[in-house]
Structures are given as C-alpha cells and as structure tokens.
C-alpha cells in the first residue's frame, strides 16, 4: 500500500536558521502531496500542497516541490521563526478527493531564540 | 464561522463508559472522516463516510461506531471504553473531485479514560 517516510525528529533550531524536513513516498498512481502543521495542543492545519509532478506549493515562507523522479516532497524554509515551533505531518492522497490521507509520523521541530 | 468543528474537545471518563464525540462541517463537503492519533503523533485513518455511506472501516473494533445522520454531520460512539482508547480524535472532511484530495479537520477530540 501507499507510504510515507519523513525523518524523525525533534529537530531543534537557533531562529533564523535554515530547515528542511526530509519527506518520501510510496504510491500507486499519481497521488498529491501535503504538509501539515500541527501546533502545540491544536489541531492540523494544511501548510501547502502540490498536486503533480514539479509542482511547488509555498505558504508562510515554507516550500516543497513535488519531485516524482525521487518520489520526495521535502520541506524547506530558508529562516525559522520561534513561532514555527510544531510537529510537521507529511501526507499524501489519491487525487480523486474523498480516499483517507496516509500520513508520515511526524516531526516535532523547536526553534529556540 | 468554523469549517470543521468537533465537540467536545476534552474528554475525561472511566473505563468501561461510554462516550460519544460529535463533528460537523459547513464546507459542503461529501466526504467525512475520523483519524486517530496515539500518544506518539502517530496518525491513522479509522473510518470514512461519502454521502452519509460508510466507505472505510480500517480494522477499528466494534466498540466503535460512526455514524452520519446527513452529509454534513459524523459522529463517532465508543462502548465500554478501554485505556488503550486514550487518544486525540480527529475529524476531517474533503470533496469527492475536488481540491485535489485535500482535506480540512476539526481541532480534534482529546480523550483520557482513567
């Protein structure tokens, strides 16, 4: 069945670094690709998606690029912020709309000032 | 104006109790979902609705029983519950052809059985 691998944490950053969060995938088919950002003690929110092949999706100065030649989705963000503090979900889905998410297991980042 | 919303959001009750969390979205939505994510953030589908129809039954047992009066409403009943119950509940929703498969939860459920 469909899988995703992202690297475990906790990953601890000074402000202002650099992250990326490393995401792979197994799938029939063409899935789409999310993130998902889950904030201490709420509830997940969708950080950005990509829906085919080389497509970026970008949001909150975060980025990730569909790569089917290395089935990756890897998150990247060029400074972090004390507010960026959270565990980040990799997911993907058939695109048809209404098949359950497969999710990675979660990386927990900190971000120290 | 919430788009998914679930009740209540903490949960705390005895063994062997039963317990009923409720979801509703106003997204207009076709599909609804449950997932629930254990003590170590892992996350995994537990049951599925297209059109108030049960799709997905992901081997949970039979305590658990979804429920879905009308497309815009899921709700999740456990029977005698079990320590190993213990969990956040999560409740998602998404559009058949739409968005790409992208799917919007609910703050989630936070339950504790003592």
């Known amino acids: 069945g469909d899988s995703v691998t992202q690297m475990e944490g906790p990953v601890t950053l000074s402000e202002e670094a650099c992250l990326t969060i490393n995401c792979t995938y197994t799938a029939t088919g063409y899935p789409s690709l999310f993130w998902y950002v889950q904030y201490p003690g709420e509830g997940l929110q969708l950080l950005l998606k990509?829906?085919?092949?080389?497509d970026k999706g970008s949001n909150k100065g975060f980025e990730a690029t569909y790569r089917k030649e290395t089935t990756s989705f890897h998150l990247e963000k060029g400074s972090v912020q004390v507010s960026d503090s959270a565990v980040y979900f990799c997911a993907l889905s058939d695109r048809g709309g209404n098949t359950p998410l497969v999710f990675g297991k979660g990386t927990r980042l900190s971000v120290i000032a | 104006d919430t788009a998914v919303s679930q009740t209540p959001k903490y949960l705390v009750t005895q063994m062997g109790n039963d317990k009923s969390i409720k979801c509703e979205q106003n997204?207009?939505?076709?599909?609804m979902y449950w997932y629930k994510q254990d003590s170590k953030k892992f996350l995994k589908i537990m049951f599925s609705?297209?059109?108030?129809?049960?799709?997905i039954n992901e081997t949970v047992p039979n305590r658990f029983s979804p429920k879905s009066p009308d497309k815009a409403h899921l709700n999740l009943h456990i029977n005698s519950l079990e320590l190993g119950d213990s969990a956040v509940y999560f409740c998602?929703?998404?559009?058949?052809?739409?968005?790409?498969?992208?799917?919007?939860f609910g703050p989630g459920t936070r339950l504790l059985v003592l």
């Open positions: 997204l207009g939505h076709d599909t």
């Open positions: 609705y297209n059109n108030k129809e049960l799709i």
């Open positions: 990509a829906t085919k092949a080389d």
């Open positions: 998602a929703s998404s559009q058949r052809g739409g968005s790409h498969g992208t799917q919007y």
